[in-house]
T-cell receptor, first 113, second 110 residues
Framework: NAGVTQTPKFRVLKTGQSMTLLCAQDMNHEYMYWYRQDPGMGLRLIHYSVGEGTTAKGEVPDGYNVSRLKKQNFLLGLESAAPSQTSVYFC????????????FGPGTRLTVT | TQLLEQSPQFLSIQEGENLTVYCNSSSVFSSLQWYRQEPGEGPVLLVTVVTGGEVKKLKRLTFQFGDARKDSSLHITAAQPGDTGLYLCAGAYNNNDMRFGAGTRLTVKP
């Protein structure tokens, strides 16, 4: 099993450009999450999904959109990138919610200039 | 303001020393988790504590959940260079919404 995979690993964008980050999991997990990690801030939840076709806002959702068209995939979109979105993005999945173990991908390092 | 406050932010010790890191909140959590993250990788779960006052041991690591389920601690005995990493606590906020602390970055020098 590959676990949780993320593509791409690195990306540099110019302000105003758009992009989509892809997360895939092969563990048949219902729950998937997108976080951003910034120095001194820890991991902050952007959006999450409790199942195929459903998404919900987390702590810092502004400027991002997500889609969960297939159970195994969770996409994070930036429509108009801003320098404040420079960060490391992590995707995670879990079998259970409310404290279930989360399995994380290796991260995507995004720089917006 | 972080929902979960971790202290200290940075800790550098010599191999063989003991240490304790803390995770505190004014909110009650149904459970708390501790993760360890190495550079360039995602966090990996170490333990989940569920019951107030619960103590769990994982080899040289001891985790405790506060009686009121608002705080937790991680104690490492005889630290080794392999323990170096970022230690994160996390709690379920409104069931699905996971909140993480900013982490304690531990360096263990040989």
């Amino acid at each position: 099993n590959a676990g949780v995979t993320q593509t791409p690993k690195f990306r540099v964008l110019k302000t105003g450009q758009s992009m989509t980050l892809l997360c895939a999991q092969d563990m048949n997990h219902e729950y998937m999450y997108w976080y951003r990690q910034d120095p001194g801030m820890g991991l902050r939840l952007i959006h999450y999904s409790v199942g195929e076709g459903t998404t919900a806002k987390g702590e810092v959702p502004d400027g991002y959109n997500v889609s969960r068209l297939k159970k195994q995939n969770f996409l994070l979109g930036l429509e108009s990138a801003a320098p404040s979105q420079t960060s490391v993005y992590f995707c995670a999945s879990s079998y259970a919610t409310g404290g279930g173990e989360q399995y994380f991908g290796p991260g995507t390092r995004l720089t917006v200039t | 303001t972080q929902l979960l406050e971790q202290s200290p932010q940075f800790l550098s010790i010599q191999e063989g020393e003991n240490l304790t890191v803390y995770c505190n909140s004014s909110s009650v959590f149904s459970s708390l988790q501790w993760y360890r993250q190495e550079p360039g990788e995602g966090p990996v779960l170490l333990v989940t504590v569920v019951t107030g006052g619960e103590v769990k041991k994982l080899k040289r690591l001891t985790f405790q959940f506060g009686d009121a389920r608002k705080d937790s601690s991680l104690h490492i005995t005889a630290a080794q260079p392999g323990d170096t990493g970022l230690y994160l606590c996390a709690g379920a906020y409104n069931n699905n919404d996971m909140r993480f602390g900013a982490g304690t970055r531990l360096t263990v020098k040989p």
